[in-house]
Nanobody, 118 residues
């Protein structure tokens, strides 16, 4: 059974940093793209960042470019999201996702709350 488990969320002041982790189990994801999405209250889920298989390419939403960094450690089957210079508008539930057989992000974690106070 495939599981993605996020951790590292919490409450931080504006300008602070957090590092989210997403530990995968049930299969290896070294050949799969992985991504982070987020959903703020009353808003639709939005893309944050993605990383290609074996870390070949990274992609970011314009709103986080230059502040967030996605990375992966395939030996640990884990993907990370380093978030710096956090803003109140970054407050959301952050979800980890993994590509499912080249058919899009079919595996999802349960989410971790990030709250940025002003």
């Amino acid at each position: 059974q495939v599981q993605l488990v996020e951790s590292g969320g919490g409450l931080v002041q504006a300008g602070g940093s957090l590092r989210l982790s997403c530990a995968a189990s049930g299969r290896t994801f070294s050949n799969s793209a992985m991504a982070w999405f987020r959903q703020a209250p009353g808003k639709e889920r939005e893309f944050v960042a993605a990383i290609g298989w074996r870390g070949g390419s990274t992609y970011y939403a314009d709103s986080v470019k230059g502040r967030f960094t996605i990375s992966r450690d395939d030996a640990k089957n884990t993907v990370y999201l380093q978030m710096n210079s956090l803003k109140p508008e970054d407050t959301a539930v952050y979800y980890c996702a993994a590509d499912k057989g080249g058919q899009g992000y079919g595996y999802w974690g349960q989410g971790t709350q990030v709250t940025v106070s002003s």
